[in-house]
């Protein structure tokens, strides 16, 4: 299959949002995943758990060699033959010499995603074999000729009857669409084919160097019938599936089966230990049992210093689990053999550069993967990464490249704001550009854009500069763009609040865009220079905080800066800033330790929603509620920490995803019968009122620093 065009790739997004079956399918997994993810980890410490996992598999990563040479020992003490495939092609030709040695005529296949990583099916059968997945969903799946569209669950994208349909076409007999009849079908029809296969291929979840042992984590109990029935048994896995000891892996087994399906565990964890007797044609033989190790790119991503993380993962799918792209598009769309947030990644490792091209960008950044990922991998840092990286193979189109250019020139990118700001003027519409037929509005119809403001930020800044307090806390205030150009009310808000709390505030005028936005573009060395300006702007300033009335900005600076800056010799002072960056919310319940008594509360009632990168970025939960509950009559709504859409650029490159999540995400809001939304990320802002301005509804949206400033006592 080749890698899709901008335009297909468009189009089939919009088919998999049109797809009703699939929303409502996603949906409901997604709520349910949630909840009961939450029941199934409450009697273990997950965060210690998943810690841990990390370590151990980096330690392994680090002695790959040494544990396939332990293990290669300790099966073929056993009589199992061990084998290295450096490429995909290599492991292909080997399974297929080894039917062909094995007088092979048929296979049968329980679950393996490394077999679905080398196109294992196709080569056997180009070979002559008659090759049967024996997992349900990947029957199905092969029956209809797809790939899975989860790791788990390959066939979550269709519906019953579209089950009873293509098993009515394979058995050529009319198929009731009830489920447990279905599974009699299938039952029925692949029995005849365990009992007459001479070849079983299975996968593994991890090789055990102590003893030679793999094991294998299913649901279905076709993963031991294909192991153990046929004369001959290939495991394929990569080489990053290999551990120390049973220990590493029994460590594994506590959150696999949590994360994947919210299991305590699998019906079945099988451990295969050596070639055992069987009995052929009445006489005792011994199995012939293969295990091949794949690399097909995998020691070079161990050099990786960026990415090697990726190799850590156990394939729980836990990433498109809690997506909200994959939940709105399905697997199909959001990888191509691998899927959700690491299905990017390993695109473009195992699969090439050029389908990942596209791919790499419909990650609207909102960490909710790296949040719940069992091996602790950072996966939307190295989204990030990859698309700088693609952005310089492939380099970027010229508006991005401009746009790169001038975030990376302080003066340049103010100079450019103030003259916008007077040439908007013909299509300006109160707080709004005014709303364009869809041919200029790129897609964006599906919120109001935001006009940029008559006067910036840092203009009136002189004049709200509250007095000096002497001995009071000393409060560095980081605008970011869109707040110092486009929404200063938030900023001038924040000011008042902070002046009567009696701490001194200081603003530096050098300060930029925090650099974010470009990052999202893939252009890095716009990403650095905004970087280096800001720690520079803040250096001198002697802060107790700096504070950030943008979440996204708060966590690009804290968690990126680091490793954006580590080749400018700058990083005492690049840690000193990012230590010294706090939310607003944070700053005035944990710093300022403000009291109910500082709002008027006249019980107004308000809903919230949780930026991404305050949630889970900076871990912020309790400090927008106390305050919310302080000033108002604070209704939770339903999914109140799950993505607007916004993800900077992202709304501008997938409008379609982003105005389906910017619409759920109303709808929650609008149930709860607040009359005010509140939020403290000017991104998610400009989602939320401007989506609800296009809607003509009566939700107010205010920034967090808005709404208290509203209701601060006098
Ligand atoms: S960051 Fe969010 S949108 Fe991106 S892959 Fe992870 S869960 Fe999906
Ligand atoms: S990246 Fe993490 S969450 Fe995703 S499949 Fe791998 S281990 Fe699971």
């Given at each position: 299959m080749t890698a899709p065009t901008m335009k297909t790739y468009h189009n089939s997004l919009k088919t998999a949002l049109d797809d009703d079956f699939l929303r409502q399918t996603l949906d409901k997994f997604a709520v349910?995943?949630?909840?009961?993810?939450?029941?199934?980890?409450?009697?273990?410490?997950?965060?210690?758990?998943?810690?841990?996992?990390?370590?151990?598999?980096?330690?392994?990563?680090?002695?790959?060699?040494?544990?396939?040479?332990?293990?290669?020992?300790?099966?073929?003490?056993?009589?199992?033959?061990?084998?290295?495939?450096?490429?995909?092609?290599?492991?292909?030709?080997?399974?297929?010499?080894?039917?062909?040695?094995?007088?092979?005529?048929?296979?049968?296949?329980?679950?393996?995603?490394?077999?679905?990583?080398?196109?294992?099916?196709?080569?056997?059968?180009?070979?002559?074999?008659?090759?049967?997945?024996?997992?349900?969903?990947?029957?199905?799946?092969?029956?209809?000729?797809?790939?899975?569209?989860?790791?788990?669950?390959?066939?979550?994208?269709?519906?019953?009857?579209?089950?009873?349909?293509?098993?009515?076409?394979?058995?050529?007999r009319d198929q009731d669409s009830d489920i447990s009849k279905l599974v009699k079908v299938a039952r029925q029809e692949l029995r005849a084919k365990f009992a007459g296969a001479d070849m079983g291929v299975s996968g593994a979840n991890f090789a055990v160097a102590q003893n030679g042992s793999i094991a294998i984590c299913t649901n279905e109990g076709n993963g031991r019938l294909t192991t153990t029935l046929p004369r001959v048994h290939v495991a394929i896995c990569g080489i990053d599936k290999l551990v120390p000891t049973i220990h590493d892996a029994l460590r594994v087994i506590k959150v696999l089966p949590r994360n994947a399906t919210a299991q305590a565990i699998t019906t079945y964890v099988s451990w295969i230990t050596g070639a055992v007797e069987r009995q052929e044609d009445g006489q005792s033989a011994q199995k012939r049992f293969h295990v091949i190790f794949l690399d097909n790119g995998r020691s070079q991503l161990i050099q990786d210093a960026k990415c090697r993380q990726a190799l850590r993962c156990v394939r729980c799918g836990a990433c498109a689990n809690v997506c909200p792209v994959y939940r709105l598009v399905g697997g199909h769309r959001m990888g191509y053999v691998y899927i959700g947030a690491i299905g990017l990644i390993l695109t473009y490792f195992f699969h090439g550069h050029e389908r990942a091209k596209l791919l790499a960008h419909?990650?609207?950044?909102?960490?909710?993967?790296?949040?719940?990922?069992?091996?602790?991998?950072?996966?939307?840092?190295?989204?990030?990464?990859?698309?700088?990286?693609?952005?310089?193979?492939?380099?970027?189109?010229?508006?991005?490249?401009?746009?790169?250019?001038?975030?990376?020139?302080?003066?340049?990118?103010?100079?450019?704001?103030?003259?916008?700001?007077?040439?908007?003027?013909?299509?300006?519409?109160?707080?709004?550009?005014?709303?364009?037929?869809?041919?200029?509005?790129?897609?964006?119809?599906?919120?109001?854009?935001?006009?940029?403001?008559?006067?910036?930020?840092?203009?009136?800044?002189?004049?709200?500069?509250?007095?000096?307090?002497?001995?009071?806390?000393k409060i560095g205030l980081f605008a970011g763009c869109a707040q110092d150009f486009i929404f200063p009310g938030h900023l001038r808000a924040a000011v008042t609040i902070l002046a009567k709390l009696g701490v001194n505030v200081e603003f530096p005028l050098t300060q930029s865009c925090c650099g974010l936005p470009v990052q999202m573009m893939g252009q890095r060395a716009a990403a650095i220079a905004t970087a280096k300006g800001n720690v520079l702007a803040f250096k001198s300033l002697d802060v107790d905080y700096v504070v950030t009335l943008c979440a996204s900005c708060a966590s690009h600076i804290k968690h990126r800066y680091a490793d954006l800056l580590a080749g400018e010799n700058m990083s005492a002072d690049v840690k000193a800033f990012g230590d010294k960056i706090i939310d607003f919310s944070s700053l005035l319940t944990d710093v300022l330790k403000v009291k109910p008594e500082t709002f008027v509360n006249n019980h107004e009632k308000v809903g919230y929603h949780y930026p991404c990168h305050l949630v889970?970025?900076?871990?912020?939960?309790?400090?927008?509620?106390?305050?919310?509950?302080?000033?108002?009559?604070?209704?939770?709504?339903?999914?109140?920490?799950?993505?607007?859409?916004?993800?900077?650029?992202?709304?501008?490159?997938?409008?379609?995803?982003?105005?389906?999540?910017?619409?759920?995400?109303?709808?929650?809001?609008?149930?709860?019968?607040?009359?005010?939304?509140?939020?403290?990320?000017?991104?998610?802002?400009?989602?939320?009122?401007?989506?609800?301005?296009?809607?003509?509804?009566?939700?107010?949206?205010?920034?967090?620093?808005?709404?208290?400033?509203?209701?601060?006592a006098k």
């Open positions: 349910q995943y949630r909840a009961n993810r939450q029941l199934i980890f409450a009697d273990v410490n997950e965060k210690e758990l998943i810690a841990e996992i990390a370590d151990a598999k980096d330690a392994s990563l680090d002695q790959l060699d040494q544990l396939y040479e332990r293990f290669k020992i300790e099966a073929e003490k056993k009589g199992v033959v061990v084998h290295r495939a450096a490429t995909a092609k290599d492991a292909c030709d080997l399974v297929c010499q080894l039917a062909k040695e094995n007088n092979v005529q048929t296979v049968i296949k329980s679950k393996s995603m490394t077999a679905e990583e080398i196109h294992l099916n196709h080569s056997l059968e180009e070979a002559g074999l008659k090759v049967t997945e024996t997992d349900l969903g990947e029957w199905i799946i092969q029956l209809r000729h797809e790939g899975p569209s989860h790791m788990v669950m390959p066939a979550i994208h269709l519906s019953r009857h579209q089950v009873a349909d293509v098993f009515a076409e394979t058995t050529q419909n990650c609207v950044g909102c960490e909710a993967c790296k949040d719940v990922c069992a091996a602790g991998i950072d996966l939307p840092a190295i989204i990030q990464e990859i698309r700088a990286r693609l952005t310089e193979e492939f380099g970027s189109s010229m508006d991005v490249a401009l746009l790169g250019k001038v975030l990376a020139n302080r003066g340049l990118f103010h100079t450019l704001l103030k003259f916008a700001k007077w040439a908007q003027a013909p299509v300006k519409k109160g707080r709004y550009i005014r709303h364009l037929p869809e041919i200029f509005s790129l897609g964006q119809g599906f919120r109001a854009l935001p006009a940029i403001a008559n006067e910036s930020f840092r203009d009136i800044w002189p004049a709200l500069k509250p007095p000096f307090v002497p001995g009071a806390k889970r970025g900076m871990g912020v939960v309790e400090a927008p509620k106390t305050l919310l509950k302080a000033a108002g009559d604070y209704q939770p709504a339903a999914e109140e920490d799950v993505c607007c859409g916004f993800g900077g650029t992202y709304s501008i490159k997938f409008p379609e995803v982003s105005g389906t999540l910017l619409a759920n995400k109303l709808n929650n809001l609008q149930a709860t019968g607040a009359t005010t939304v509140v939020t403290d990320c000017p991104g998610c802002f400009m989602q939320l009122d401007g989506g609800e301005a296009i809607r003509g509804g009566k939700l107010k949206v205010e920034h967090m620093a808005e709404f208290l400033a509203r209701h601060l």
